[in-house]
């Protein structure tokens, strides 16, 4: 049987709407949280009983090099038509895919109705040489493991 070393995380992609992005630098926050709740009836013993409550999904943060030319402007546009009120075109459903070292296909992760709830830049700096960086958190309904 072979041995099945865990996925690095240097080598993904993202895509929007079926469409690759690439440029990601990072990709933080991929999670959900079941709450519990906790409950007592008159009879049950001194302990308490544990339920299951609502699900919450963590926004995920998207972090790219800023650059300029074609395309330059599609993610902060996306932002903007959030922030002018235009949600019916704004949900997008988001796949993040993490490759193998040979860049094959191993995991995908699809956020449904995925929306830009955020929009920045690091800072500038005229004593520093580091890359300008543009992130983007988006706010979702849902994410799932398909692969």
Do not use: C
């Amino acid at each position: 049987m072979a041995r099945q070393d865990p996925l690095r995380n240097f080598r993904f992609r993202l895509e929007i709407d079926g469409v690759t992005r690439a440029g990601f630098s990072e990709v933080s926050g991929l999670g959900a949280t079941i709450g519990v709740i906790s409950y007592r009836e008159g009879t049950d013993p001194l302990g308490v009983r544990k339920l299951p409550g609502r699900v919450t999904y963590s926004n995920v943060r998207l972090k790219a090099g800023l650059t300029v030319g074609g395309g330059a402007l599609e993610l902060f546009e996306w932002f903007v038509a959030v922030f002018a009120g235009n949600m019916a075109n704004a949900r997008r459903n988001v796949v993040i895919v993490v490759q193998d070292e040979q860049g094959q296909d191993q995991a995908r992760f699809v956020m449904s109705d995925a929306w830009p709830a955020r929009y920045a830049t690091n800072d500038l700096n005229a004593k520093g040489n580091e890359v300008l960086v543009e992130i983007l958190e988006l706010a979702h309904e849902g994410i799932e493991r398909v692969q």
